[in-house]
């Protein structure tokens, strides 16, 4: 079955295209640019970028697995979480599409995807066995699941007020570096000592998988109040590296014990942050030392982009009633909880 995935929850228009779980595409415009002088994601400027991007994406991803848009055998978009403008400009276009060739088309959670990443046929990492433990670490959420399989999730703790890729983007703001500064922080980390400023663990010591980042943002605050902007290049990249390992810490603590606490010896990691080379150190290490397998995908499928819906289009498009299918009524969803991709209730005619 070829899929074609699309993507524009927030500030990347991507879209792929997946066969039996291979990923044969997988186009990615990113906006980061056109927000960076704005230090952050500009909802109006997102939308429009879209518009402009989709088509464009489309047929680099068409081309790059070398077919044409009559084979594809069904369509799959992010419907939410995000903004709610751009996420119409990926649904409308699936819709229009879907329309166009006949072909069904399921509207997916964006969480959905990050989680399930793993589960494509992938060179770089396999694929784990159910139950696994979920850790999503993005630009707007950290939050730890059981995946059970697809389709269903328990989640057993989140944050309780930033995300951990927002607190590196926070933090690198007020460090001067452009936005999204999580990368740029995860590279001048490399230099640093992680030792040299002793910043907060927030929630370590409390008994539960939940998380806090605002107060470890503001713990930089004060150190760069108290102790002056970084002077030089090594006085930041310590702060960065101590920074991260904090933040670091926190995730590899609550994440092993989501593992433990549950009995469930796998742990997937996915979102933007999943990229920090850090944090993909630690939990491959700590994995083996208690014994925990541990799946982390390709840096390229951790960030947003279309591929990484594959797994999860395949499923629902697999569950779908051709003859009592319809995609005119999927709508954009800013707020989407996780598990309502094929529940979506206006998915489906009768
Ligand atoms: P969500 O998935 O919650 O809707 P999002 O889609 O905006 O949010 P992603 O694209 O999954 O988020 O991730 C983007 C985040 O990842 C940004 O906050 C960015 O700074 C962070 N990030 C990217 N690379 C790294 C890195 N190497 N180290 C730390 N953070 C990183
Ligand atoms: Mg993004
Ligand atoms: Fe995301």
Redesign the pocket.
């Known amino acids: 079955m070829l899929i074609l995935t699309l993507e524009s929850?927030?500030?990347?228009t991507s879209a792929a295209v997946i066969k039996d779980g291979r990923v044969l595409s997988n186009a990615v415009a990113s906006q980061i640019p056109i927000h960076a002088r704005y230090g952050g994601v500009v909802p109006e400027l997102a939308s429009r970028n879209h518009i402009r991007d989709i088509h464009p994406v489309i047929d680099q991803a068409i081309a790059g697995a070398g077919i044409t848009l009559e084979q594809i055998d069904g369509y799959a978009v992010t419907c939410g979480?995000?903004l709610v403008g751009s996420l119409l400009v990926g649904v409308e276009t699936a819709k229009g599409l879907a329309f166009a060739y006949d072909r069904p088309c399921v509207g997916l959670n964006?969480?959905e995807g990050?989680l399930t990443t793993v589960l494509l046929d992938l060179d770089e990492v396999d694929s784990p066995e159910f139950p696994y433990i979920g850790m999503?670490?993005?630009?707007?959420?950290t939050d730890i699941y059981i995946v059970h399989a697809l389709g269903q999730y328990t989640l057993l703790g989140r944050t309780r007020d930033d995300?951990?890729?927002?607190a590196?983007?926070k933090v690198?703001k007020m460090l001067g570096i452009p936005y999204?500064?999580?990368?740029e922080?995860?590279?001048l980390a490399a230099n640093g000592n992680p030792k040299a400023i002793k910043f907060p663990r927030p929630m370590a010591h409390h008994d539960n998988l939940d998380f806090s980042f605002s107060g470890l943002k503001t713990a930089v605050m004060q150190y760069t109040e108290a102790h002056g902007m970084p002077a030089d290049d090594a006085a930041l990249a310590d702060l960065c590296a101590s920074f991260?390992q904090a933040v670091v810490d926190v995730l590899l603590l609550k994440v092993m014990r989501a593992a433990k606490t549950h009995g469930i010896p796998r742990i997937v990691l996915s979102?933007?942050?999943a990229?920090?080379?850090q944090?993909r150190k630690e939990l491959r290490e700590a994995g083996e030392r208690d014994g925990v397998e541990v799946f982390i995908a390709p840096?390229s499928l951790?960030?947003?982009n279309a591929a990484m819906l594959g797994a999860v289009a395949a499923h629902y498009l697999g569950q779908v009633d051709l003859d009592h299918f319809s995609a005119h009524d999927l709508k954009a969803r800013g707020n989407m909880p996780l598990g309502e991709s094929l529940r979506n209730p206006a998915r489906v005619h009768n």
């Open positions: 929850s927030c500030d990347e979480p995000g964006h969480l990050h999503i670490v993005s630009g707007g959420h995300a951990a890729g927002e590196f983007d690198a999204p500064g999580g990368a922080i995860d590279r991260q979102g933007g942050v990229c920090n080379r944090l840096a951790c960030t947003d």
